[in-house]
């Protein structure tokens, strides 16, 4: 089944409603204060089965000028627009305001209904045919079927019917592979039930006892029941119009203008770089002007940052920031319409281009290219530009930023990867790495570990988190460090290229490490002499630096060197030994075990010769290397 969405649009009481119930035998007008005036006061909804596995769903919308925030709130999601015009009356204000916003939106295909064709002679509905194709011409619309039909006497309805089904099978099917996105248009509580949402699923498919997100709240939620066109439904796909009943939430905490999408795919936003028009008929508009922005079923303030002008003269077309007073979730094509803030008249729309920018300055040169490419690139040029803007991107980062699913970046992500234009981490990738940034990256360990060596020359290396944090840069105000995957994996390049050396936690560069002077290098045969004349009586560390010849912070790290290579070994606090010592110590008690594997305190003493000063932290040190292992006052020789 292909379901396609057609929008009414026209004046007010030029006779959508009526058509509607003509054609389907539904009266959208739901409202009772709609029934008494006779007025579409919000949005109405009906659906129609033109055979051949097509059905129609039709979002009515208010005609008068003081409900056009309610008639944008359900033609986001249209395929073709049904362009109504009384034969009585011809093109009016709302039908020129209607068509204009139908025309921003870009939507590509409709249709246009001469409706009351009853109430007047055959001479003026001709009149009124001509009327209406020359204001289509050059639109959308140009060239567009004109049927004049009566929803009263039945006139009409079959040819009306005919060219929507031809109509309805040349459009293009919506996505269903894209992460689902439903609008809300409606909240309200349904007894037995609890809270229920309807909109226009515009893209993927949600299911029956799904846990869904509502953006901007943050909320998850459980998806306890689906109706598709008033039918109980296991599941929804892009295009139908959809009631949802939510498990979790109160529907007094659901609005208009919120979203139901997967959970933790996508980021609501303050911010969209859109590229923008104005309608050839409004005033200029000014740079930081504020207007009303509507997109999809939202409706909030933004303010227009211009790009690359003081102002936006009338029929012009331009990037520009929209800062809005409420966040929202959008993402990149989608299309929406802004209005003067006063008085309310729709001034031009456009499209989302980037929908997590950073704040921009004017006439920003580089904002400009990026937001071309963006807005006409192919898919690998867009991928790329994301992933160089970023440095690095995780797979969730890049789906919230363009809406496409993880398969497609995947696809794209890896042809890019073979082009050694990224580099993909992880298994199976969940990083993109722009080749560039890896490679400046590369050069920046380098550097700092060149740096390291010439500063501290008695220092092996540094430690990866030293170098890690001095690989950090500021960028947009913030600071950005490299994740520990890209750190890593750089690391293992260079490592590879023969560039550096991991020790453990230790990164040092290729061939480097420790480099004493002539006066260093006799301090620390010094030191290692003390303690292997000692044996097992070893002098404190304290008592051999003050010895030496150099200053006690050289002789501090000289000492700690020792002891990494593990020619001296740290028993306890205040005791060191050298290695050859304790292995003889080992010797020494494998000779024992020879006799008895279990010795004593005082018997280790005897043995030794040693005083319980040494003999205790020893025991305590071969119990600590299972050479031995305590027994009550005793030890077992293992």
């Keep these: ?97 209607h068509f204009d916003i139908c025309r921003l939106l870009g939507i590509r295909k409709g249709l246009i209904a001469i409706t009351k064709s009853d109430l007047v002679e055959r001479e003026i509905l001709d009149l009124v045919k001509l ?91 459980r998806v306890r029941g689906i109706e598709v066109h008033n039918q109980p439904a296991d599941a929804a796909v892009a295009g139908q119009r959809t009631a949802t009943n939510l498990a979790g939430i109160e529907a007094q905490e659901l609005a208009r203008g919120m979203v139901l999408a997967p959970p933790g795919w996508f980021e609501a936003t303050p911010r969209l770089d859109v590229a923008l028009s104005l309608l050839p008929s409004v005033r200029p508009l000014k740079n930081h002007a504020r207007v009303h922005f509507h997109c999809w079923t939202a409706e909030t303030v933004a303010e227009v940052v211009l790009l690359d002008a003081k102002e936006l003269a009338a029929g012009q077309r331009t990037y520009a920031q929209l800062r809005l007073a409420e966040c929202g979730l959008f993402l990149p094509g989608d299309r929406f319409i802004i209005r003067q803030f006063s008085p309310l008249v729709t001034i031009g729309g456009g499209v989302v281009v980037d929908n997590h920018p950073a704040k921009h300055r004017s006439s920003d040169v580089e904002v400009q290219r990026f937001l071309e490419v963006m807005e006409t690139g192919d898919a690998e040029s867009r991928l790329e530009l994301l992933a160089e803007q970023a440095g690095e991107a995780s797979l969730a980062a890049l789906v919230a930023r363009t ?28 990083l993109f790495v722009h080749a560039g940034y890896f490679d400046v990256l590369g050069r920046r360990v380098t550097e700092k570990l060149e740096e390291f060596h010439a500063g501290n020359p008695l220092t092996p290396g540094m430690t990866k988190e030293d170098l890690r944090g001095r690989l950090a840069a500021r960028a947009a105000g913030e600071i950005h460090l490299p994740s520990a995957t890209l750190f890593d994996a750089v690391l293992q390049a260079l490592g590879a290229q023969g560039k550096v050396e991991v020790r453990g936690e230790t990164v040092l560069l290729a061939g480097r490490g420790v480099q004493l002077t002539p006066e260093e290098s006799g301090a620390k045969d010094q030191i290692v002499r003390a303690f292997e004349s000692a044996g097992l009586a070893v002098p404190s560390a304290k008592e051999v630096l003050g010895d030496l010849r150099i200053d006690r912070a050289r002789a501090e790290k000289i000492l700690r060197i020792l002891l990494k290579e593990e020619t001296l070994v740290k028993v306890a606090e205040e005791l060191i030994f050298h290695r050859a010592a304790l292995e003889k110590l080992r010797e020494i008690l494998a000779q024992r075990k020879a006799v008895s594997n279990r010795i004593s305190v005082t018997a280790f003493k005897e043995l030794t010769g040693l005083s319980r000063k040494y003999a205790i932290p020893l025991l305590e040190y071969l119990d600590r290397e299972r050479v031995t292992r305590r027994e009550g006052d005793e030890r077992i020789i293992l």
């Design 403 to 430: 809406g496409w699913p993880p398969e497609e970046i995947l696809r794209v992500g890896k042809w890019l990867e073979v082009e050694k234009r990224l580099k993909l981490l992880g298994q199976p990738p969940t």
């Design 131 to 221: 009327e209406a194709q020359e204001f289509a011409a050059g639109s959308f619309l140009d060239g567009a079927p004109v049927v004049a039909v009566s929803a009263r006497t039945g006139d009409g309805l079959d040819t009306l019917r005919a060219e929507l089904q031809r109509l309805g099978r040349e459009v293009p099917p919506k996505r269903v592979d894209l992460p689902f996105r439903l609008p809300i248009d409606r909240a309200f509580v349904m007894k037995g039930f609890g809270a229920v949402v309807t909109g226009t699923l515009i893209a993927g498919r949600i299911e029956k006892e799904a846990e869904v997100e509502i953006y901007p709240l943050g909320r998850r939620v």
């Design 1 to 97: 089944m292909k379901y396609v969405i057609v929008g009414t649009a026209g004046h007010i009481d030029h006779g959508k409603s009526a058509l509607v119930k003509a054609l389907t035998g539904t009266d959208p007008d739901r409202l009772e204060e709609e029934k008494r005036r006779g007025i579409t006061i919000d949005l109405g909804f009906a659906h129609l089965d033109l055979g051949e596995d097509l059905r129609v769903g039709f979002v009515d919308v208010p005609g008068h000028e003081r409900f056009v925030r309610n008639m944008l709130a359900g033609v986001g999601g249209i395929d073709l627009v049904l362009l109504v015009i009384a034969a009585d009356e011809s093109i009016k204000p709302q039908t020129r305001e």
